[in-house]
Every structure is written in C-alpha cells, then in structure tokens.
C-alpha cells in the first residue's frame, strides 16, 4: 500500500497527447486513482502528477475500492475533507493537493481515507450506508440512552387505567355530527 515512486509517463510523448486540461486528466486517471473531473482538477495539479517526485500523493487506481452509496448522504464535503487531511498527516503521507476552497468529491475523499486507514473502513461504511438523518432526534435518544417509557403515556395502551390521550376516530365524527344538508352527486336537486 505504499505510493507509487517511480515515473510511469513519459513527459515527451504526454505533451504531445494532452493539449487540453480533460485529454491530461484521462491520461493520468487511467493510472491513478484521481477525483471526478472538474474545477478543482486544474492543469497544475495534473502536470505535478505526472512528475517523477511528485509533491501530492499519488495512489494506483488498483490500490483503491469503491465505498457502497447509502440512502442519504451521511456526510458533509468539509467534513470529509478534515479527515482526510488528518488521516494523511497522521499516517505520514503526503497531502492530498486540495484546499477547503477546491474540495474534491466525497466518493474520492472516503476511498482514499480508506486507503491510508484501513481500521476505519467498517466506520466509514456503516456511517455511509446508515439512514440516522430520518430518525428523529428522540429516537436517536431512545436508542442510545435505552430510555424507558410509561406504557400508560402511548396511545393504544391496554392498561385499563391510563388516561385517555384522546377519543376513537368513530367517536370524533359521528354519523349524527355531519351535516345533514349535504347533497350527493346522484340525488337530483329541485
């Protein structure tokens, strides 16, 4: 799992293939595991990748896997970009090349992060795939805390003496209630 040190383009015949920043970017992701293409993959990111002591990390596309997509998305590009500066600092790698105003994508960042830390790779995914924003704030209490609650407070309780929280659907509108001036569609109108 260690970066790739040796040089595998070779510089002549990549300036005479790559004219344009999209023809360089293909050239150089079919080697290495890059973000998708787009504003923050500029001309002298991508040049820098092609040189042999290359001063941003540089992982082998078959290094890498892809993370599972979940329901939601469970995380936020700044955040996920924090990780991933500190996960490489941590590890002694070298950075990313990103700053927080040129933030790659976050499929990117997690594989990465997965890259340099396999240990957290079971957090990342679970955190990925989970569906906590739907849960409201006092399931998560629920759940994390094991709170216990007083069968008499829930709505369709069979203690005989919990207090009503309110009536039977039937009892709310009764038959009697409604409005006896109502016409139907089938009844003819004088």
């Known amino acids: ?100 105003f040129a933030i790659p994508n976050i499929d990117w960042m997690l594989r990465i992060i997965i890259w340099a830390d396999p240990s957290v790779k079971e957090q990342i995914i679970d955190r990925t795939t989970s569906n906590k924003r739907t849960q409201s704030t006092r399931q998560k209490e629920i759940e994390s805390q094991q709170v216990a609650v007083d069968p008499k407070y829930l709505p369709l309780s069979t203690d005989p003496n919990a207090p009503k929280a309110w009536p039977p659907c039937s009892a709310r509108r009764s038959p009697a209630a409604r409005s006896p001036t109502r016409t139907t569609a089938s009844s003819p109108t004088t």
């Open 1 to 100: 799992m260690e970066e790739q040190p040796n040089n595998v383009f070779q510089l002549k015949e990549l300036s005479s293939k790559a004219s344009t920043r999209k023809k360089l970017y293909r050239i150089v992701q079919k080697v290495y595991d890059l973000p998708n293409f787009g504003p923050v993959m500029s001309q002298e990111y991508l040049a820098e990748l092609i040189k042999p002591e290359c001063r941003y990390l540089k992982v082998l596309r078959s290094q890498t896997n892809t993370v599972p997509k979940g329901e939601k998305r469970n995380w936020s590009s700044v955040g996920a970009f924090n990780l991933l500066v500190k996960t490489l600092q941590e590890k002694g790698k070298k950075p990313c090349g990103f700053t927080h």
